[in-house]
């Protein structure tokens, strides 16, 4: 199978389309034989720090929630990590800021279009939301997530795993009964472990 195409991740790489505090350091991570995609908002601090996406306790949880180890994870040929923008857009009086949206319409759907093998697309958050399941645009999240049969085998959406959302998940427990288990099962069944 073909690598990701070297020109397109060179361009990404150097990109400069928007003025980001820490500066530009895209990350992401591709290959056109993945089957699962990731799709997020935009790394935090940790992760640009690092330049590793989900390296950190929201991560820890996100995997938990697909029942798959760091190697697994981190295998470009099985899972792309493709958020909606991939450089840390600072942060705001609630926490970061918003995904940047030049870096959106400039390379995700270059991306996107070079993963043809992809199975099941993890949606997490508003702005992930909004691009993949645009028909639920203003829909609360919670709302979307718990409609999780209407989007499987092909896609499911998850609130962000971020310690943040320890209340989150106190207040519906049907998600981690009922949703993780299939979530689980269904990532069993593409990638065979």
């Known amino acids: 199978m073909a690598s990701f195409p070297e020109n397109l991740y060179r361009q990404i790489k150097q990109c400069d389309l928007c003025d980001v505090p820490l500066g530009p350091k895209p990350i992401f991570q591709a290959h056109p034989a993945a089957r699962i995609v990731i799709a997020g908002q935009a790394p935090g601090r940790k992760t640009h720090e690092k330049g590793i996406p989900f390296d950190d306790a929201s991560g820890e949880r996100l995997r938990q929630w697909l029942g798959i180890n760091k190697v697994a994870f981190y295998n470009a040929e099985s899972i792309a990590i493709v958020p909606m923008s991939f450089c840390f857009p600072g942060v705001g009086k ?50 979307v997530v718990s409609e999780w049969r209407q989007h ?15 209340r989150w998940l106190k207040k519906n427990p049907w998600f981690e009964s009922k949703v993780i288990p299939l979530l689980q099962q269904r990532v069993v069944e593409i990638t065979g472990h």
């Open 94 to 143: 609630a926490g970061d800021l918003p995904p940047r949206p030049e870096c959106a319409t400039a390379w995700r759907t270059q991306i996107m279009q070079t993963l043809g093998q992809v199975e099941l697309t993890v949606i997490i958050g508003r702005y992930a939301i909004d691009w993949h399941l645009p028909q639920y645009k203003g829909v609360a999240v919670t709302q």
């Open 152 to 166: 499987l085998p092909t896609s499911i959406v998850l609130p962000h795993p971020s310690p943040r959302n320890n």
